[in-house]
Each structure stands twice: as structure tokens, then as C-alpha cells.
């Protein structure tokens, strides 16, 4: 057995058919060893001796001149142990050296013994390849092997080029640039169509203070003391302004505007509602201070002129400023009718004084209800000298329920409604 190389050999012997060659001489003086019934068992021998011919024949028997034999001895199976020096014994000197790269390894394993069929061995014994099958436990070790860095590799190059041999990371900066753009063009048309200051704004002025200023029937702004409001924020395009107040009637505006584009300050045309038909001045019931003020309106503008101090104060007292509940706020509403009494008042004599008196009702406790109507009182000032009226004219008290109107039952809503009052007196003429 030797190197697995390519080259041609003999076949090895196969010592187990081997039969013994010996040249035994003639007869030499018959009977003997050799010959006849007394001729040695040499088919036992595994020496082939060449024994020269008898010197002595025809003189009897000879001696065998053994020391002059040559024997032919299979060589001593040393397991390999002589790494290929195996000697002949009775050799002279060492055998040439062994040609192994010429032997050809020729091993015929059983195919029970690999778990394999003959065919799984190829054409013929020379060209076998061993085949050694392992059980299916530790097959399935082997068969499930992660894949090694350099299969890794091949696969990703294999998988790149399937998809026309660009990178994955081109396509990622593709997607990521095409979601830039995307998002670009998206924040664009929010701008330019929702974002952008389209829209516009308009001043309103001359309005009834405290009046509801919309815009398309849409409440947008009140109108202060002055009577001016700003609209802001209004949709392109043209816009109806109404102006909404009890006392007045007031005529639409349209207005046309947008895309950076204001147009100019408005104002508004407005006549203030006469007393209607069926409007019963003397008796003002719950929900009717709309009412009450047109009332006082005609009052105010049926005064004579010059008018005494009580005419004044009668008309005054008309009036209904409904304040709410544990409020001293005055309602916007009720703004324009202080402006209308605030133009008599100055009319006044110099000498005039006017004292402005809060009243509540009789519910809850008198210092609360005390102190709260002495602001709503400060607050009907307030508002009387914003409008020009000179302050000095001008005291407050507060009455709490002390001083209910004695016209009414106060124990009733209705007289509760009345009570909660501002009422105008006399203090110097």
C-alpha cells in the first residue's frame, strides 16, 4: 500500500493459491529420501531449491549441497512498521528501493459495512471513491450549517447581480431622494394653496356699539364703544358684512378682497328701530329688554329741548341693563344705549348732579349683594365717562335689596327681574 498515484503496477500475489515449485534430482540410489515411498513431503514446502546435479551419480547416493541453496521467501509482513525497508533475509545487501508511487491501492470494503450499495462505488475498484454514510442524527448537524462569510458574500454578489448588478444601497438613496422630493412638492402645494396669507381683513366703523358684526351670516366680531370692529382672517373673494343690533337696523356692505389685497375701511349705514306698534312701554316683562331699550330710545329722542333734569332722568330710567349672574360686566348689547344717554347728560346744566344707584334682588346675602351692586354701578359710570360725560356729575351707591321698587311683588321672578336695576336719581339741581 502506497501513495494514490497514477501510475500502472502488476496486480498483487495472491499467496493463497501459491503452490510450491520444486526441482527434486533423480533417483539417487532409489530407496532413498528422495524418491520412491520414502521421497520427503515437499508438496508441504514453501522453499524451491535448486539442487545442482549429483556429482557422484552412478556411484550411489550423494550428499545435498544445502549450503548453496537459494531460497525464495515471501517477505516478512511487518505491518508496515519498516516504513518500506523490508530486507529479504540471507540478503546480501538492500533490495532496489520500492517503486510505491507506481502501486496502485486497490481495497475492496464490504458495501454492508458503509451502509452503501455496490453501485455507490462507481464503474470499477480503481476508480472508487470511499462513501462513508452517517446516521440521519448527525447528518442533519451537517446538513443546516449557517452559510460561511465567503458563501455569504457569494450569495449577496449572486442576488446583486439577478437584480442588473446595481448595489442596494443605490436603491435606498433613490427611495430617500424620491421621498425628499415627494415631501418638496407636497409642502409646496400646501403653501401655495393653504398656507399662503390669501385671505384678508377689513375694518368695519360707524356700526352701533355692541353690535354682532357678521360675515355671510357667520358671527365674526363685536363692535366697541366707538363702534368700529376689524375683521380679520375673511376668505378670498366677495364677502356680505351685516351688522346686527335690537335698537338699529343696518344696512348689508359687500366687500371684495384676498391674496395680499385689503380693501378699504367700510362704514356702516344704520338707523335705529322706532318703537313698534305693539311695543307696551309702560309694562316690560321678563326677556323683553330689547324692548325696554327702544323704548328709551323714543323716550330720549321725545325729550324737549331744553329738557328739566327729572324729564331726563325719567327717560333715563327706562333702561334695563340685565347684568348676569354675580357679574358687573355690562353686556355689549346695552353699550349703544349708555352712548345715546351719555349725549343728554352733557347737555345738563353745569350745576346738575346725578347720583347712579345699584339694585339687586332680595336672593342671597345682603353684604354680597351689597358690594355687587355698588360695581355695577361704578361700571354704568365708567362707561358714561368714556362717552364724555364729565365725572364730577356723576355719584355712585350701591343698595343692595334694600330698596325694591314698590310696583312689583320682588318675591316673584318677574319682580325679582325688575329689581336687579340701575336707576338714576337727583342729588343737585
Known sequence: MSDFKDKPGPPPDDWTKTTPNINLPQDRGGGGSFGGSNEPDWAKTNYRVNIPPNPGQGSGQGSDDFGKTVTNIKPIDTNRQDFG???YPGAASQPPAADWGATQANVNIPAGDLGSAPSDWGPGPDKTTPYFQLPESERAKYQQLPPTPTEQAAQTEQEQNSKGGIPGWVWVVAGLMTMFFFAVV??????????????????????????????????????DERGDSILKNLSPGIRTITIDHPSYVCQ??????GRGINPEPVTARCQQQSVKPDDDCAHIKIGEEDKAERCYNAALDALPNPFTPDQLVRALNILIINFNTGSSEILPRRIVALKKGADFIKRLPANVVLEIGGHTDNVGQAGPNMTLSEARANAVKDTLVKFGVNGSILQTRGYGATRPRPDVDGNTELGKFLNRRIEYSIVKQ
Not at 398656507?195 to 363685536?222: N, Y
Not at 348689508?252 to 378682497?257: C, D, L, N, R, Y
Request: aromatic share 8%; charged share 25%.
Open 85 to 87: 525497508k523490508t530486507m
Open 186 to 223: 407636497v409642502l409646496g402645494v400646501v403653501y401655495f394653496f393653504i398656507l399662503r396669507d390669501t385671505s384678508f381683513e377689513v375694518t368695519v366703523k360707524g356700526a352701533p356699539p355692541g353690535s354682532d358684526i357678521k360675515i355671510d351670516d357667520k358671527l365674526i366680531a363685536v363692535s
Open 252 to 257: 348689508p356692505i359687500k366687500v371684495e378682497g
